[in-house]
T-cell receptor, first 113, second 117 residues
Framework: AQSVAQPEDQVNVAEGNPLTVKCTYS??????LFWYVQYPNRGLQFLLK??????LVKGSYGFEAEFNKSQTSFHLKKPSALVSDSALYFC???????????FGTGTRLLVSP | DGGITQSPKYLFRKEGQNVTLSCEQN?????MYWYRQDPGQGLRLIYY???????QKGDIAEGYSVSREKKESFPLTVTSAQKNPTAFYLC????????????????FGPGTRLTVT
């Protein structure tokens, strides 16, 4: 079955430090991978995507993600965290055959001042 | 939240009543989706529609119904048959190229929080 896993329910990081939010996937064929962010009581905002090409993908708000085919991972990264980055982050993978996305369970990022 | 609107933001209903959640988009997207979000469970797909007058069940369609009479609108009805309707409901839309190409990122509305007592 095609799926995506976010192994950490919460990630804590101090402001100014680098952050990583982990995501691993399991799909047949080439994956289309996405990261979204959700602030409290809001909808999801698209951050970035990997389709093909360079393994390092740059997105909104200074975030980037690294696609690693051998490890089936698509970790979200940012060199220097901000308190305003505190939110819920979702990784998603597109299923083949349609645009249906499968989402991970989410990782809460808490950036302390 | 782009060009997708959901109303109302908060909705309260008594058990046994049907309730309809509104979703409108002005992005000219062909495909639209409804998700349910519960704490610790991520997003689960309820229904989706690729084109007008066509829709398919998602993973948790029981107790829900939809219609797609216009490209811009995809209302969701939570019926009395839904056993645990209290949740945060998210509507999304995306392009749906006929050629099958495209990256299909979905754009989300602000959500409706439904509480049934």
């Amino acid at each position: 079955a095609q799926s995506v896993a976010q192994p950490e329910d919460q990630v804590n990081v101090a402001e100014g430090n680098p952050l990583t939010v982990k995501c691993t996937y399991s799909v047949s064929g080439n994956p289309y991978l996405f990261w979204y962010v959700q602030y409290p009581n809001r909808g999801l905002q698209f951050l970035l995507k990997y389709i093909t090409g360079d393994n390092l993908v740059k997105g909104s708000y200074g975030f980037e993600a690294e696609f690693n085919k051998s490890q089936t991972s698509f970790h979200l990264k940012k060199p220097s965290a901000l308190v305003s980055d505190s939110a819920l982050y979702f990784c998603a993978v597109r299923l083949t055959g349609f645009q249906k996305l499968v989402f991970g369970t989410g990782t809460r990022l808490l950036v302390s001042p | 939240d782009g060009g997708i609107t959901q109303s109302p933001k908060y909705l309260f209903r008594k058990e046994g009543q049907n309730v309809t959640l509104s979703c409108e988009q002005n992005l000219n997207h062909d495909a639209m989706y409804w998700y349910r979000q519960d704490p610790g469970q991520g997003l689960r797909l309820i229904y989706y529609s690729q084109i007008v007058n066509d829709f398919q069940k998602g993973d948790i369609a029981e107790g829900y119904s939809v219609s797609r009479e216009k490209k811009e609108s995809f209302p969701l009805t939570v019926t009395s048959a839904q056993k645990n309707p209290t949740a945060f409901y998210l509507c999304a839309s995306s392009t749906f190229p006929a050629t099958g190409t495209g990256t299909y990122e979905q754009y989300f509305g602000p959500g409706t929080r439904l509480t049934v007592t």
